[in-house]
Each structure stands twice: as structure tokens, then as C-alpha cells.
């Protein structure tokens, strides 16, 4: 890749080189996580974004940033691993004990004055929690220990049958799919998380729940679906080619 964002680099292989543009893409609703084989120009072509500008943009952050650049293409699995459960995991798992309480609460303080918006917000929320927390326990019991046995394996060491763990890969893939959908749903009907100016406290603090939960989901299913899952599967096929 050249040291500048060019009209066909896809918005993955950007947010890998340079992470320093995943705050951008997010303030310009580019979904770089679960659409990031998407090249830019087609991104902003979708969402009627003029190009030359959002490269220019890119290309400034990349110029004024560069130095600061985490190039997570060149760490091992176990270090993508850690690094998801230390920012990540952890923190969804208190927003997710966090929001039904929450939902609960602005269920019975705003229904009456937003009728259509408030059974519709909470269900989501439901569909997000019930979908995505066993999502998290599935890739703590299979796929971490997966990226640990990979990266340490050889031809001659790796179990029979480990190679048909990766088959799980796809299946987490659709769900971060289906969670990038849910989050875009939310993000739309709370007017980008911004609560009205007469909502009560329970929405304004679900609303701030969910606004750091869709900054922090999107870059944890961006470093599974770019960086991690793309090297066990590079990995498994080095160990099984002996």
C-alpha cells in the first residue's frame, strides 16, 4: 500500500494500515467493520459523500498521524486476542448488564410521550443483548483458544480436527453482521444518540450507554473480522501445508 488512501483501497485494508481513520470513518457512518471489503470510493459513492474531500481528509489524518499508527497486521493472534479482551469484552459485558435495566426504565418514563419510538428501542435492545452476549461466550470458550493452539501448532503437534474449529469463523461473522445492522437501527431511530431535550434521565443515560457500546463494538468486531480471523486462516493453512 502506498503511504496514501487511494479510491479503491478497501475501508478494511485503510482501518488496519491506519487505525488512526477509524474514528473518522465512524463520524461519517462508513462501516469499515462488517462492510470494510467495500473500496472507498464505492462507500462514499453509497453514501453520497463526495470523494475527493473524504480523501483528502483521510489523506491529512494519515499525514498528521502517521507516526502513531498501531500496525496490527504484524502482531501475532495471541496479542490480537489479549488485546480484545482488555478493551473490549470486559467493557461490553458491563454495558450489556447496564442497558436492560436501563430499557426497562425508559420503557416506563417515555412510552406514553413517544409511543412508536420507545417498544421499538427496547426490543432492539433485547435483540442486541440476547444475540451478542452468548456471541462473546462463544468466542471466549472457542475461538481465543483457537488463535492461542494455531499460532503454536505445527503439522506434526496440531490435533486431528482442529482445522474444522475455523468453520465456526463464518458464523461469527453474520452475527457481527447482524449487530452492525442493529447498531445502525439504533444509531437512526435515537437521532445518532442524541436523547430530546426534554427526555428523562433513564433516556439520556441509555443513550450514552449505547453511543460508547457502538464505538467500541464496531473496532472489536474490526480487529475479529480484519485482522484475527484473516490470520487464523492463513495460519491453519501454513500448519496444514506442513
Known amino acids: 500500500m502506498t503511504p496514501y488512501a487511494k479510491p479503491r483501497d478497501s475501508l478494511a485494508s485503510l482501518a488496519v494500515h491506519w487505525p488512526e481513520l477509524i474514528p473518522y470513518f465512524e463520524e461519517m457512518d462508513m462501516d469499515y467493520c462488517c462492510q470494510g471489503n467495500t473500496p472507498l470510493e464505492d462507500m462514499c459513492n453509497q453514501a453520497n459523500l463526495p470523494v475527493r474531500r473524504v480523501l ?4 491529512k489524518i494519515i499525514i498528521d498521524n502517521g507516526e502513531q499508527a498501531v500496525h496490527w497486521e504484524n502482531a501475532s493472534p495471541g496479542k490480537v486476542v489479549e488485546y480484545i479482551r482488555d478493551h473490549f469484552n470486559r467493557g461490553h459485558q458491563q454495558a450489556f448488564e447496564q442497558l436492560i435495566p436501563l430499557a426497562d426504565a425508559v420503557l416506563a418514563e417515555e412510552s406514553e410521550r413517544l409511543p412508536e419510538l420507545v417498544p421499538r428501542l427496547y426490543q432492539m435492545i433485547r435483540w442486541l443483548v440476547d ?15 483457537l488463535a492461542y493452539k494455531l499460532q503454536s501448532a505445527t503439522a506434526q503437534t496440531i490435533k486431528p480436527g482442529l482445522h474444522a474449529l475455523l468453520e465456526p469463523l463464518e458464523q461469527m461473522e453474520q452475527e457481527h453482521l447482524m449487530a452492525a445492522n442493529l447498531l445502525n437501527e439504533l444509531k437512526s431511530i435515537t437521532s445518532n444518540y442524541c436523547p430530546p431535550i426534554d427526555s428523562g434521565p433513564a433516556y439520556r443515560e441509555l443513550c450514552d450507554v449505547l453511543r460508547g457500546l457502538d464505538s467500541t463494538l464496531r473496532r472489536h468486531m474490526h480487529l475479529e473480522n480484519n485482522i484475527l480471523y484473516p490470520k487464523l486462516r492463513q495460519l491453519n493453512r501454513l500448519v496444514a501445508a506442513g
Do not use: G, M, Q, T
Open 56 to 59: 483528502k481528509d483521510c489523506n
Open 131 to 145: 444475540d451478542f452476549a452468548p456471541h462473546l461466550h462463544r468466542e471466549e470458550c472457542l475461538i481465543f483458544p
